[in-house]
């Protein structure tokens, strides 16, 4: 077995020789420094990834009080709006509802003047002649507006075709 050697290193090493202690102390200290570097390498590796989401949960955590300020406030100025939009809706509505009871008040006013102002005209144009007729016509045309006096003289003249 003398013929068993190998060069390694420069160096003469029996193959067939039993390792030595000090050979074996030698390789364990080379795994257990490989360990040792790995496990250090993990460690600084799991540190920063550790101060990189802390940092990127701080920045999340201010990221998120800034979007609950933004998206707050623009609430707010919706719900401002929108509340400033309804009472200008409401005051809308009364304002339309008032002008048409003004409207409907008018309405009735002009009814009432209507009719008493076709039963006048239509008594004066019955009772009087053709002449007298267009004389009292222009006199109430005085007394009345343009619309009213239109609006008596063609219920006048109905009432004249239709009475004969």
Not at 33 to 61: G, S
Not at 147 to 164: E, G, M, P
């Given at each position: 077995?003398?013929?068993?050697?190998?060069?390694?290193?420069?160096?003469?090493?029996?193959?067939?020789?039993?390792?030595?202690?000090?050979?074996?102390?030698?390789?364990?200290?080379?795994?257990?420094?490989?360990?040792?570097?790995?496990?250090?390498?993990?460690?600084?590796?799991?540190?920063?990834?550790?101060?990189?989401?802390?940092?990127?949960?701080?920045?999340?955590?201010?990221?998120?009080?800034?979007?609950?300020?933004?998206?707050?406030?623009?609430?707010?100025?919706?719900?401002?709006?929108?509340?400033?939009?309804?009472?200008?809706?409401?005051?809308?509505?009364?304002?339309?509802?008032?002008?048409?009871?003004?409207?409907?008040?008018?309405?009735?006013?002009?009814?009432?003047?209507?009719?008493?102002?076709?039963?006048?005209?239509?008594?004066?144009?019955?009772?009087?002649?053709?002449?007298?007729?267009?004389?009292?016509?222009q006199s109430a045309a005085a007394l009345m507006t343009k619309?009213?006096?239109?609006?008596?003289?063609?219920?006048?003249?109905?009432?004249?075709?239709?009475?004969?």
């Open positions: 077995m003398a013929g068993d050697s190998e060069a390694v290193d420069g160096a003469l090493v029996d193959l067939s020789a039993r390792p030595t202690t000090q050979m074996l102390l030698a390789v364990h200290h080379d795994r257990y420094t490989q360990l040792l570097r790995a496990f250090l390498a993990w460690k600084r590796r799991a540190q920063a990834q550790r101060v990189r989401r802390k940092r990127i949960a701080t920045a999340c955590r201010v990221g998120s009080v800034f979007c609950q300020r933004i998206y707050w406030t623009r609430w707010r100025e919706f719900a401002a709006e929108r509340q400033q939009q309804r009472q200008n809706d409401e005051i809308k509505d009364l304002e339309q509802e008032e002008k048409e009871e003004e409207e409907e008040k008018l309405r009735s006013m002009e009814e009432a003047a209507n009719n008493v102002g076709i039963t006048e005209v239509t008594d004066t144009i019955v009772s009087k002649s053709d002449e007298e007729g267009d004389s009292s016509d619309r009213h006096y239109i609006k008596v003289q063609k219920a006048a003249t109905t009432f004249l075709l239709y009475s004969n």
